[in-house]
Structure formats: C-alpha cells, structure tokens
C-alpha cells in the first residue's frame, strides 16, 4: 500500500504536468489568436484591394466606351456620378 507521502508526490507531479500542459495551450492560444488579426487583416486589405480594382475595371470600361464613341456625354456623366457615389460609399463604410 502506498503511504500519504507517495500519494502527495504523485499528485504534485500531476499537478506540475497540468500546470505545464496549461502553459503550453495559453501559449498556442495566443500565438492562434495573433494568426487570426493577422489573417483577418490581410483580408481586410485584401478585400479593399478588390473594390480598387474592380473600380479600376469600371473605369476602363467607361473610358473605352467612351473612346469608342459608344456613350453619349450625358450618359459619361451619369455613369461616373454613380461611380463616384459608389467611391463614397465603400470610403464610408470604412470609416465606420
């Protein structure tokens, strides 16, 4: 039969084994939790880096629309308020 003392040894082993293994998991977790800012920022950037092109995209369609003599100068206009508007629109959405 095992004395108190021997007991208390291996439940102070175990108890160092929690402490340790507790150490190393709130040690993962942190280091996951940088990962994902990281992550959800580089999407961020991603995401804005999108809308710029898309933008770019759309002006270029206008541009050779234009150049082609397809739209009428109202119709430009028009569309590049709209554009405009849609710009102000993402840039607010950011801001917020």
Known sequence: MKSKVDTAGEIHKQIEALIDSHRRIAEDNHRLINDINRMEKDLEEKNIRIVELEEQMKMASI?????????????????????????????SLLNN
Not at 70 to 91: F, T
């Open 63 to 91: 541009a050779g629309s234009i150049s082609e003599g397809g739209l009428e100068q109202k119709e430009v206009k028009e569309k590049i308020n709209a554009l405009v508007r849609e710009v102000d629109k993402c840039i």
